[in-house]
């Protein structure tokens, strides 16, 4: 079996070890070992963890924020409840998956500090993605599929905040299932949140 190049290792195993150790307790060298590399290797891919946590985010969790961007230019020919439960089924599986990896931050103020100032400078941070679905809903509002009137920037915090919510509150370590499985929770939460922007008839 042919080996994974270079920078695919170095994302796999950082994804692996994040989820399991978590992003502040893992070093780049450990990481580096992981993917069968050396630490200058890693260095010529990623200029430090905080570019590497942006590249395992989009690429290898599931893939919110390409699809947010995609439907901010062209929002196709679904309806914008069809949109919308997809949005929320990707962001609860990714809020799922990335809570796990950055929780680890908050124990540790300093370092959240530096985390925080290396995003500012990748123009990378969790509010992109709740600015990207904010262009989207203002794009449909422009199209007339949206109440004229609606808070696109209040509904997209609403629609992400439950998707976080949920990760927060059923995050694998307590062992509790939550009550809906995720299709479900995301077409709920979506029918939900038209009830309160759609065109009024």
Same mark, same amino acid.
């Given at each position: 079996?042919?080996?994974? $190049?270079?920078?695919? #290792? &170095? *994302?796999?195993?950082?994804?692996?070890?994040? =989820? =399991?150790?978590?992003?502040?307790? =893992?070093? =780049?060298?450990?990481?580096?070992?992981?993917?069968?590399?050396? @630490?200058?290797?890693?260095?010529?891919?990623?200029?430090?963890?905080?570019?590497?946590?942006?590249?395992?985010?989009?690429?290898? *969790?599931?893939?919110?924020? /390409?699809?947010?961007?995609?439907?901010?230019?062209? $929002?196709?020919?679904?309806?914008?409840? @069809?949109?919308?439960?997809? &949005?929320?089924?990707?962001?609860?599986?990714?809020?799922?998956?990335?809570? /796990? &990896?950055?929780?680890?931050?908050?124990? !540790?103020?300093?370092?959240?500090?530096?985390?925080?100032?290396?995003?500012?400078?990748?123009?990378?941070? /969790?509010?992109?993605? *709740? !600015?990207?679905?904010?262009?989207?809903? #203002?794009?449909?509002?422009?199209?007339?599929?949206?109440?004229?009137?609606?808070?696109?920037?209040?509904?997209?915090?609403?629609?992400?905040?439950?998707?976080?919510?949920?990760?927060?509150?059923?995050?694998?370590?307590?062992?509790?299932? /939550? $009550?809906?499985?995720?299709?479900?929770?995301?077409?709920?939460?979506?029918?939900?949140?038209?009830?309160?922007?759609?065109? #009024?008839?």
């Amino acid at each position: 079996m042919e080996k994974k $190049p270079t920078r695919e #290792r &170095i *994302l796999d195993a950082a994804h692996a070890l994040w =989820t =399991t150790v978590g992003l502040a307790r =893992t070093t =780049t060298k450990e990481i580096a070992r992981g993917a069968g590399c050396s @630490e200058a290797a890693l260095y010529k891919y990623f200029a430090g963890k905080e570019e590497l946590f942006v590249a395992v985010l989009s690429e290898r *969790l599931p893939r919110l924020a /390409p699809l947010l961007d995609t439907l901010a230019a062209d $929002p196709g020919e679904r309806t914008v409840e @069809e949109n919308l439960t997809e &949005i929320a089924r990707r962001a609860a599986l990714f809020y799922a998956e990335s809570f /796990p &990896i950055a929780a680890s931050l908050f124990a !540790e103020t300093r370092l959240k500090a530096r985390h925080d100032a290396a995003l500012r400078r990748l123009d990378a941070g /969790p509010h992109r993605l *709740l !600015e990207s679905l904010d262009a989207y809903l #203002r794009a449909e509002q422009a199209a007339g599929r949206l109440h004229p009137g609606a808070d696109t920037f209040a509904a997209a915090s609403l629609l992400l905040g439950a998707c976080a919510q949920r990760a927060f509150a059923y995050d694998a370590k307590v062992g509790k299932e /939550p $009550p809906q499985d995720v299709d479900t929770f995301a077409a709920s939460l979506a029918r939900t949140l038209m009830a309160g922007i759609a065109v #009024r008839k």
